[in-house]
T-cell receptor, first 114, second 112 residues
Framework: GENVEQHPSTLSVQEGDSAVIKCTYS??????FPWYKQELGKRPQLIID?????GEKKDQRIAVTLNKTAKHFSLHITETQPEDSAVYFC?????????????FGKGTKLSVKP | DGGITQSPKYLFRKEGQNVTLSCEQN?????MYWYRQDPGQGLRLIYY???????QKGDIAEGYSVSREKKESFPLTVTSAQKNPTAFYLC???????????FGEGSRLTVL
């Protein structure tokens, strides 16, 4: 079945620097890759997603890249701000007809130091 | 105000007792999900349902049960068979299988 590995598990950056979180997946049939942000004590929320027919997607300071050949995708945050501090989860949609569902990575705790 | 409501927010249970966590959504979403969140473990899928009166086991369904009698409701029962039930439980819904997941605020269960 699908397995999603996420690295690093913790990441500390200075305000204004860039942050990169990487995920790899095992099932070449996976076709949808969202990223969720969970602030302390709050629910996870979708921040960006990408589908397998696209190589890169940007939304202001965040971007996601997908390399289908290598089966990995990455989240890039530029000009980090203290409010970017949170746990970030990547996920891959595991297909299988009507039984597909999202498989999440274990999360990356990002700390942005002012 | 549209969204997902989970209750209770905190719950304490004695060993050997079953407990039911409530999840209600007014987003008119077909799909609903239950995830378990443990520190350092990410979000693990317990059960999901894509339509009323139908649900499927996720990766860690043992010791849990669900029902989907109404589109807006997807309660989760943590049975006494679940060996390590203390955790944070998140309910979610989506319009389609690859649509955005909308999460509830979660229920924290502690077994005493």
């Amino acid at each position: 079945g699908e397995n999603v590995e996420q690295h690093p598990s913790t990441l500390s950056v200075q305000e204004g620097d860039s942050a990169v979180i990487k995920c790899t997946y095992s099932d070449s049939a996976s076709n949808y890759f969202p990223w969720y942000k969970q602030e302390l004590g709050k629910r996870p929320q979708l921040i960006i997603d990408i589908r397998s027919n696209v190589g890169e997607k940007k939304d202001q300071r965040i971007a996601v890249t997908l390399n289908k050949t290598a089966k990995h995708f990455s989240l890039h945050i530029t000009e980090t701000q203290p409010e970017d501090s949170a746990v970030y989860f990547c996920a891959a949609f595991r297909g299988g007809g009507s039984q597909g569902n999202l498989i999440f990575g274990k999360g990356t705790k990002l700390s942005v130091k002012p | 105000d549209g969204g997902i409501t989970q209750s209770p927010k905190y719950l304490f249970r004695k060993e050997g007792q079953n407990v039911t966590l409530s999840c209600e959504q007014n987003l008119n979403h077909d799909a609903m999900y239950w995830y378990r969140q443990d520190p350092g473990q990410g979000l693990r899928l317990i059960y999901y349902s894509q339509i009323v009166n139908d649900f499927q086991k996720g990766d860690i369904a043992e010791g849990y049960s669900v029902s989907r009698e109404k589109k807006e409701s997807f309660p989760l029962t943590v049975t006494s068979a679940q060996k390590n039930p203390t955790a944070f439980y998140l309910c979610a819904s989506s319009r389609g299988r690859t649509g955005e997941l909308f999460f509830g605020e979660g229920s924290r269960l502690t077994v005493l």
